[in-house]
């Protein structure tokens, strides 16, 4: 029989999912593949640490070039992370004709434009099904199973962390810096969380999917990032109470004037199925012409979920080397020559709903001053609530608008934050009324 030759780079979570995988799966991988997949040789910092796994003949090693170097490895799993060392032990592992299967978002979103032409050029296979929400098979679909569909908007829970930490902050009643400080100690979080809640995970991930739903590689600077440090829990009483639930979205949308590319705090209605995906769950909707809008649901980390989608890579690796082919669907869908890049449109640009947050003087007039701020900028008024008295404490007031552009929105805001009645900076969510 033949066999697949492995090698794999970082020994953590991931990797011990992935050879946890591997070790225990063998005769399953070989029924669906016809081939033996064999793991040969793992490079790790720590090659005396103890991972609770009987490794045989499996070789450990701190030395990366026994991996992407090696005459006895088909196919390199990069499960390091970061930039660098990961981004030149890829391309020499291409450039020796091996196959590559990586987990590493950063890497991809930064340097896809460069990887995904090297391996096209070297007729290897470069997938990373893990890179995105874990075990759901995203990539797959939006490569495969959509290619027929032009994709006019795609959006979708992207981080487990942040869905974590906002579901438990509307469950819990508590803060986010109480929540957070909760699932840290629970290991939910990172002890150094801001990839996570500042969104840059998420923007990593939406950098990918509209790469292969768009033919277009965003540059990073081209997504407008916002996390969830800023959303209140008053923010989240207050969506709850107007029939909300508030999310970090990861948006994509193309139309004939550009693409919009976001991560963003933003109020769904509650009877939304975006709005049921809770905890550390992931969730990605996609809108092709063709299909209408399709959702992919499920766990987007952690050591078997991503080794799911790690070792599913190496099976389709398997059947095609069987099948005698590679490099069968290029890695961003879209061929390299017709990548474009596409005008991304400003925030200013924007048009949708808001919900809007002041804290303001308790006092006859007040709501007359702002709401003349609001008629100034034509931002027409959809709901008010103001909840609460005193005679000297800020109150909130909580609006929702109609539709109106982001730039309408930024200039009222500003012009309120002057008035003597407004206390604190006002503070604004967007809303998505029409997701599914
Ligand atoms: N840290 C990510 C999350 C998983 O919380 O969803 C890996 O991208």
Same mark, same amino acid.
């Given at each position: ?16 999912g ?8 063998g005769?399953?991988l070989?029924q ?10 793992i490079?790790?910092?720590?090659p005396g ?8 003949d499996?070789?450990l090693?701190?030395d990366?070039?026994?991996v992407v170097?090696?005459?006895?490895i088909?196919?390199?799993?990069? *499960?390091? &992370?970061?930039l660098?060392?990961?981004?030149s032990?890829?391309? %020499?592992?291409?450039? /020796?004709?091996? $196959? !590559? ?13 460069e ?5 096209l050029a ?9 890179a ?5 098979p995203i990539?797959?679909?939006?490569r ?7 994709i006019?908007?795609?959006y979708?829970i *992207?981080n &487990?962390t942040?869905?974590?930490i906002?579901?438990?902050?509307? %469950?819990?009643g508590? /803060?986010?810096? $109480? !929540? ?16 996570d809640?500042?969104?840059i995970?998420?923007?990593h991930?939406l ?5 292969i739903s768009?033919?277009?590689f ?10 969830i440090?800023h959303?209140a829990?008053?923010?989240?009483q ?5 029939g909300?639930?508030?999310k970090?979205l ?6 004939a004037?550009g693409?919009?590319?976001?991560i963003q705090p933003t109020l ?11 905890g550390v769950?992931?969730?990605?909707f ?6 209408g809008?399709?959702?992919y649901?499920?766990?987007?980390a ?7 989608a790690v ?14 082919c ?5 890695p961003?869908?879209?061929m390299?020559?017709y990548?474009?890049?596409f005008p991304?449109r400003?925030?200013?640009e ?7 947050r002041?804290?303001v003087?308790?006092?006859p ?13 034509q ?5 008010i609530?103001?909840?609460?008295r005193?005679?000297?404490?800020a ?9 109106t ?17 407004v ?7 967007r809303i ?5």
């Amino acid at each position: 029989m033949q066999e697949l030759r492995v090698g794999i780079l970082g020994f953590g979570v991931v990797g011990r999912g992935v050879v946890d995988l591997l070790l225990t799966q063998g005769e399953l991988l070989r029924q669906r593949t016809g081939m033996a997949i064999r793991l040969r040789r793992i490079a790790t910092r720590t090659p005396g640490r103890d991972r609770g796994l009987s490794l045989g003949d499996i070789e450990l090693t701190d030395d990366l070039q026994r991996v992407v170097a090696a005459d006895d490895i088909d196919v390199v799993v990069e *499960l390091m &992370g970061g930039l660098q060392p990961a981004r030149s032990a890829i391309e %020499e592992a291409l450039q /020796s004709g091996k $196959d !590559v299967v990586t987990a590493n978002k950063a890497l991809l979103a930064t340097y896809g434009h460069e990887l995904v032409p090297l391996a096209l050029a070297q007729h290897r296979e470069l997938l990373f099904e893990a890179a995105v929400a874990g075990a759901i098979p995203i990539i797959k679909v939006l490569r495969e199973s959509l290619a027929a569909n032009r994709i006019d908007q795609l959006y979708g829970i *992207l981080n &487990g962390t942040c869905n974590y930490i906002l579901t438990e902050m509307r %469950e819990q009643g508590s /803060s986010f810096a $109480d !929540v957070l400080r909760d699932a840290q100690a629970k290991g939910f979080a990172e002890a150094d969380p801001s990839f996570d809640i500042d969104g840059i995970d998420a923007a990593h991930k939406l950098a990918i999917l509209a790469a292969i739903s768009f033919g277009t590689f965003p540059a990073l600077s081209q997504i407008h990032i916002e996390g969830i440090r800023h959303v209140a829990d008053i923010d989240i009483q207050w969506a709850t109470e107007m029939g909300y639930r508030i999310k970090l979205l990861g948006i994509a949308k193309q139309d004939a004037g550009g693409v919009e590319l976001r991560i963003q705090p933003t109020l769904v209605p509650v009877g939304s199925m975006v709005a049921s995906v809770e905890g550390v769950h992931n969730a990605v909707f996609v809108r092709g012409h063709a299909a209408g809008t399709t959702m992919y649901y499920g766990r987007g980390a952690g050591e078997a979920p991503t080794a799911s989608a790690v070792v599913g890579d190496l099976v389709e690796i398997a059947r095609s080397r069987r099948a005698g082919c590679s490099g069968r669907v290029a890695p961003f869908s879209v061929m390299p020559e017709y990548i474009k890049r596409f005008p991304v449109r400003e925030t200013d640009e924007w048009r949708g709903e808001y919900y809007l947050r002041l804290a303001v003087a308790d006092r006859p007039g007040v709501l007359a001053e702002v709401t003349q701020v609001l008629a100034k900028q034509q931002i027409s008024i959809d709901a008010i609530h103001q909840k609460g008295r005193s005679a000297v404490l800020a109150v909130p007031l909580i609006m929702v608008t109609h539709a109106t552009t982001e730039r309408q929105i930024r200039l009222a805001l500003a012009e309120m934050e002057q008035l003597d009645a407004v206390q604190e900076t006002p503070r604004f969510i967007r809303i998505e009324p029409n997701v599914a």
